[in-house]
């Protein structure tokens, strides 16, 4: 069957030759293989800054070679293309910049491959697990270079290990957390990891957090990201071959959809009203940062690309800005600035929780993001940095947390475009038709159906 999103194919493909062209420009060519030496060689637990292990032409690099093996493995595997290949896309570009690298996700991937024979099932069912379950590359990096029984044969062994064990664990983990957390991946690879720390440490070893953090580059990063955010919008309302106003339109009845999980923006609203959302959200993320007095350097860029993968399933402007509003401030109030590494990205990535502001409305945002910016500075220490997912972790924890709580508290949801929730698998592909879904306040005076009685598949992040 032909799939109307083919093009996602090639335009990956331009985006990452893009990325790799300015590093080899931006940096001394000769220098880029011994940058991406260093890179792949490095134990990678968060924070690793592959741009100041490696240079910013070896970290850039590096994420445009991550991201043509993914986009072609999802091709390879038959996986159809739809707005969770965006998502993919922006995660393996993003993390391919602090923590993932050209060599450390394949045992991951060879394990979710054997899962899948061993469940006599295609791989395109779990191609985007294995793909998300590379949150936990630090991991086979560490086991094969880094701790005290490190070797190649036991970092792979550990590798295929979690592509394993990460499908049916995701799966589970998805249900419990009502699709207010975007980010489920991070919530399962926290699990393991968590399972994992103890072992190593009854085994005498003593994996800890790192921190490499380049701080010169606010400059170029600020160019070169606003130049890709305004081609998405442009792209947006002239090369799609939808009207400028259907565009529009497209795009503001997107902003009125809460995010919750799954939310396929490129299935509902068309190509278009996406990309224009995936350029606003960059700008909005390079934005926090500049505002806070942060810095562009390998994670923080890893945590903007995030979130425009992520406008093509949950997020938008109007539910990312109140949890960003909210960890700024829960960083004043623990006596720290925003501008503090951690909160930096915890600022970004705590986006996950944007469903959580689109579902209940804006001043529960900030709640989520308040409470988040205490959170993930301390969720980080029981998987001592070995997942590189955690804001998804912290959020998985508050989502888990704050949907019912505040479900028996709030007897409505705000103005939304939506009938009711829908659970379709992600291997779909056709459009969705939203024309009839209301846009007016609706009175929830009925009980929810509990979403873990629902048919749900593994998710994100």
């Not at 069957?1 to 335009?11: S, V």
């Not at 580059?217 to 919008?233: E, H, P, R």
């Not at 902003?255 to 396929?264: F, I, N, Q, Y």
């Not at 479900?407 to 459009?431: C, G, M, W």
Request: proline content about 6%; overall charge negative.
């Amino acid at each position: 069957m032909h799939n109307r999103y083919e093009k996602i194919f090639p335009g990956t493909i331009a985006v990452a030759g893009i990325m790799i062209l300015l590093g080899i420009l931006l940096d001394d060519p000769m220098e880029i293989p011994i940058g991406l030496y260093h890179i792949v060689t490095m134990q990678d637990l968060l924070i690793t800054d592959y741009v100041s292990i490696g240079g910013v032409g070896a970290a850039l690099v590096n994420s445009g070679l991550v991201m043509i093996l993914s986009i072609c493995l999802i091709k390879l595997s038959k996986d159809p293309f739809n707005g969770f290949t965006m998502v993919e896309m922006g995660l393996m570009a993003g993390f391919s910049l602090f923590g993932k690298n050209i060599l450390n996700i394949w045992p991951i991937i060879l394990g979710t491959w054997l899962y899948a024979k061993y469940q006599r099932e295609p791989f395109s069912k779990h191609a985007s697990v294995a793909l998300l379950a590379t949150s936990l590359a630090p991991l086979v990096s560490y086991m094969g270079l880094g701790s005290i029984h490190a070797s190649l044969p036991l970092g792979i062994f550990t590798g295929v290990v979690i592509g394993f064990i990460l499908p049916s664990l995701s799966a589970y983990t998805y249900k419990v957390q009502n699709g207010m957390n975007l980010y489920n991946m991070g919530f399962a690879c926290g699990l393991f990891a968590m399972m994992i720390v103890p072992i190593l440490t009854a085994f005498g070893d003593h994996p800890d957090s790192a921190m490499y953090w380049a701080t010169e580059y606010n400059g170029t990063f600020a160019i070169i990201l606003g130049i890709i955010c305004a081609v998405f919008i442009l792209t947006g309302f002239f090369g799609t071959g939808m009207p400028f106003w259907a565009v529009w339109a497209g795009y503001r009845r997107l902003l009125s959809t809460t995010g919750r999980a799954p939310s396929d923006y490129l299935r509902m609203f068309g190509a278009g009203p996406v990309l224009v959302n995936t350029g606003v959200n960059g700008l909005i993320g390079m934005a926090y940062i500049f505002i806070v007095g942060g810095q562009l350097n390998g994670p923080t860029l890893g945590g903007i690309f995030t979130i425009m993968g992520f406008s093509a399933f949950g997020k938008h402007a109007l539910n990312i800005t109140p949890v960003m509003v909210g960890i700024a401030l829960g960083a004043y109030g623990m006596h720290y600035t925003p501008d503090y590494p951690a909160l930096q990205l915890a600022g970004l990535f705590g986006t996950t929780l944007a469903p959580i502001s689109g579902h209940f409305g804006w001043p529960f945002g900030i709640l989520a993001g308040f409470i988040h910016s205490a959170l993930v500075l301390q969720t980080g220490g029981p998987v001592a940095g070995l997942n590189l997912y955690n804001n998804g972790f912290s959020g998985g924890l508050i989502a888990i947390v704050l949907y019912p709580t505040v479900t028996a508290i709030v007897r409505h949801r705000n103005p939304k475009l939506r009938d009711q929730d829908y659970y379709d698998l992600f291997e779909e592909s056709d459009p969705i038709d939203v024309s009839r879904w209301r846009t007016e306040q609706v009175e929830e005076d009925r009980k929810e159906e509990p979403i873990l009685e629902q048919d749900v598949p593994p998710a994100a992040e």
